[in-house]
Nanobody, 125 residues
Framework: EVQLVESGGGLVQAGGSLRLSCAASGFTFDDHAIGWFRQAPGKERERVSCISSRDGSTYYADSVKGRFTISSDNAKNTVYLQMNNLKSEDTAAYYC??????????????????WGQGTQVTVSS
């Protein structure tokens, strides 16, 4: 059984930082890309970042570029999302996700098969 578990969310003031973790189990971690998505109330779920397991290449949405950093620790089967200089617009439930199989980051949301339960990030101003 594939399981993705997010942690690290919380309440933070604008300008602050959080680091989210995505712990993966039940599949070959090294063979799967991991993406981070977020969803605010009334908004579509959007892709924030992704890391490829084949070459470590990364993707960032324009809205978070320069502020967020994705990284992977293969020994721990964990992907992190370091979020700096947080803004109120970053408030959302954050999810990590993986394709059924694929070391490169899929472009579309429907290509991600496995999802975590989400962790809430709330940024106050």
């Amino acid at each position: 059984e594939v399981q993705l578990v997010e942690s690290g969310g919380g309440l933070v003031q604008a300008g602050g930082s959080l680091r989210l973790s995505c712990a993966a189990s039940g599949f070959t971690f090294d063979d799967h890309a991991i993406g981070w998505f977020r969803q605010a109330p009334g908004k579509e779920r959007e892709r924030v970042s992704c890391i490829s397991s084949r070459d470590g290449s990364t993707y960032y949405a324009d809205s978070v570029k320069g502020r967020f950093t994705i990284s992977s620790d293969n020994a721990k089967n964990t992907v992190y999302l370091q979020m700096n200089n947080l803004k109120s617009e970053d408030t959302a439930a954050y999810y990590c996700a993986a394709p059924e199989y694929g070391s490169s980051c899929p472009r579309f949301r429907h290509e991600y098969e496995y999802w975590g339960q989400g962790t809430q990030v709330t940024v106050s101003s």
